[in-house]
């Protein structure tokens, strides 16, 4: 039986290898964080005949399109149009009130923030040109542009910078509201109708702004400096405590970013014009358009259909990408990481040698890396390796033990019974894991089935078809572990804030708790690191999740467009102005 389930196993693996080479992942998906996680855990190039044993190295580097000459006649057409593939969006075009995260993405071409961030996680200046920090660290002066001016001319100024923090303290406002969280001084009490205005912000003149914070919190300077909103146009209606009007202003957005809206088709297509009003000035090319119609990124690549798509980052992938000719390629790791999370309040796995045991005895290499053809690398701290915070300085890379998994399960009084499966005090070692359908949570279950009867643990998997199922399973804490993957991270609190007292059930650590109010407390980047550091050690020893992997892509885009900048944290916003059809 045993030889039969292994040869079952390598056959399901050929499969979804050959599944996962024939599909690609969604284009340009960039999902807010405040979506919900996802339950998928989303140059010189070496010789093609290499096979997948060396898939880490087929695209360390960027690789230039080896043949423009194979670009398709519908693609070499557009002189002053650029496409890019997106999930069709809901039409809440109007920043801080989208209702899914794709039209974060449109948001992302019609707005730029107050504070922008580089490819690491950074602070850079958007709008606002410059920014003081008391020494306090509660104070935040922005010194905003020369010349900002919204989409229809108007201009902007401070005034919408304090209507926005304004409005977003509003008792209405019921979307997830970083900048509530900040805590600016007198913020509450306008909440509560206590105050007419928020005592903490003060306009010093037309360009210059101050906010005053009730306490510490490395975050605010991004998130203070995200995008703003027009006064006179988007204020024009507002009265306290009523914002239902907000919602008839979404499809006609005033905007300060480097495209206007020109129309909006649903399922079809968002079509953007140049902002000849940009402060970094008019975009390179005229028209940009995100194309909404349902159909397979592969197709639209060939075809000329769209100009951009994001693959994982498969042997067979790229190979297939490089055989077209015509597409500059570029490998990209996001900003997230998957995880398996533990039920905390089960007892057997409050015991944090059982966890250990559990991830020495999993082939995370073959399930997350070799069964992906290289598309993803192993996580072991939470912390994207693109980050600032990354390290792997005294982190245990738990690498598959079966040996050590064992003796830690016998160190924790777990004996092997007469069928195999470990048992104590009459209770039997079962696993009962949740995760999605899909090719990759099969190879999961297939291999994790494998490993754990080895070192005598019963898993015994469930699957679920969308995630608000699997996530009430969760919920119901009918479970011991479940796949999941964060959303993106672009700060390292947003990667530990999980696990602070309360947030994770069953894990209480008063250290880390005061680790993360220290992380917070200093917006010096090397003090942090040195703080997120001590937490990881200790987060990666402990294991209140199973920690998994990192997803790799490689984003395809026609070689015909120059000025495109990679920014996993950004998406193509970022650098979309620069595009340029040569």
């Given at each position: 039986m045993k030889k039969q389930r292994y040869i079952a196993f390598i056959l399901l693996l050929l499969l979804s290898i050959v599944m996962t080479a024939c599909s690609s992942d969604s284009s340009n998906h960039e999902p807010e964080s405040q979506s919900p996680p996802s339950s998928n855990n989303p140059e010189s190039s070496s010789d093609p005949s290499s096979g997948p044993e060396a898939d880490s190295s087929l695209l360390q580097e960027p690789l230039a399109a080896i043949d423009l000459s194979k670009i398709p006649d519908r693609a070499s057409q557009r002189t002053d149009t650029i496409i890019v593939s997106l999930v069709n969006p809901s039409g809440a075009f109007t920043p801080y009130f989208t209702q899914v995260g794709y039209d974060g993405n449109v948001n992302s071409v019609l707005y730029t923030p107050l504070v922008r961030l580089d490819p690491n996680g950074l602070p850079i200046p958007g709008l606002a040109e410059r920014w003081e920090i008391s020494d306090d660290e509660l104070t935040y002066t922005f010194f905003l542009r020369d010349g900002l001016k919204y989409s229809d001319g108007s201009p902007m100024t401070t005034a919408d910078v304090e209507f926005t923090w304004t409005l977003l303290h509003d008792p209405a406002y019921d979307g997830i509201n970083n900048v509530v969280e900040t805590r600016i001084k007198g913020g509450q009490a306008y909440k509560e109708g206590k105050a007419d205005s928020i005592e903490g912000i003060q306009v010093i003149n037309e360009r210059t702004i101050s906010v005053t914070l009730e306490e510490t919190n490395a975050t605010a300077l991004t998130v203070l400096g995200g995008q703003i909103l027009s006064k006179e146009y988007y204020g024009k209606d507002y009265e306290f405590g009523n914002l239902d009007y907000i919602k008839n202003l979404h499809a006609t957005p005033i905007t300060n970013g480097p495209y206007k809206l020109e129309r909006f088709i649903p399922g079809q297509e968002v079509r953007f014009v140049a902002n000849e009003h940009y402060i970094f000035g008019k975009p390179k090319t005229e028209y940009f358009i995100y194309k909404t119609t349902e159909g397979d990124t592969w197709q639209f690549i060939e075809t000329g259909e769209v100009d951009y798509g994001s693959f994982s980052a498969t042997a067979d992938n790229i190979e297939k990408l490089k055989g077209l000719g015509f597409l500059d390629l570029i490998p990209s790791t996001a900003s997230n990481y998957g995880y398996n999370q533990f039920n905390l309040e089960r007892e057997h796995l409050q015991d944090k040698r059982v966890r250990q045991a559990l991830t020495y005895g999993l082939d995370r290499q073959l399930i997350y890396v070799d069964s992906r053809q290289g598309a993803g690398s192993i996580a072991n701290i939470p912390s994207?390796?693109?980050?600032?915070?990354?390290?792997?300085?005294?982190?245990?890379p738990y690498p598959y033990d079966p040996e050590k998994a064992k003796q830690l399960l016998d160190e924790a009084g777990w004996t092997v019974g007469a069928d195999g499966i470990r048992e104590k005090d009459g209770k039997k070692l079962q696993i009962n894991y949740l995760g999605s359908k899909s090719a990759n949570t099969d190879i999961?279950?297939?291999?994790?089935?494998?490993?754990?009867?080895?070192?005598?643990?019963?898993?015994?998997?469930?699957?679920?078809?969308?995630?608000?199922?699997?996530?009430?399973?969760?919920?119901?804490?009918?479970?011991?572990?479940?796949?999941?993957?964060?959303?993106?991270?672009?700060?390292?609190?947003?990667?530990?804030?999980?696990?602070?007292?309360?947030?994770?059930?069953?894990?209480?650590?008063?250290?880390?708790?005061?680790?993360?109010v220290q992380s917070l407390a200093t917006s010096d980047v090397e003090e942090r690191k040195k703080i997120y550091h001590e937490m990881f050690k200790i987060l990666n020893d402990e294991l209140p999740v199973m920690f998994t992997s990192y997803t790799k892509s490689v984003i395809a885009i026609n070689g015909r467009i120059d000025g495109f900048e990679l920014n996993p944290l950004a998406g193509i916003g970022h650098s979309l102005p620069n595009w340029e059809l040569q």
């Open positions: 994207s390796p693109i980050l600032w915070s990354y390290t792997e300085e005294d982190i245990n999961f279950i297939a291999i994790a089935t494998e490993n754990y009867r080895e070192i005598g643990v019963d898993f015994i998997p469930e699957q679920f078809p969308d995630f608000n199922t699997l996530s009430a399973k969760v919920s119901s804490g009918d479970y011991d572990m479940a796949s999941f993957s964060t959303t993106i991270i672009s700060d390292p609190s947003q990667g530990v804030f999980r696990f602070i007292k309360g947030e994770t059930k069953g894990y209480d650590n008063p250290r880390i708790d005061e680790l993360y």
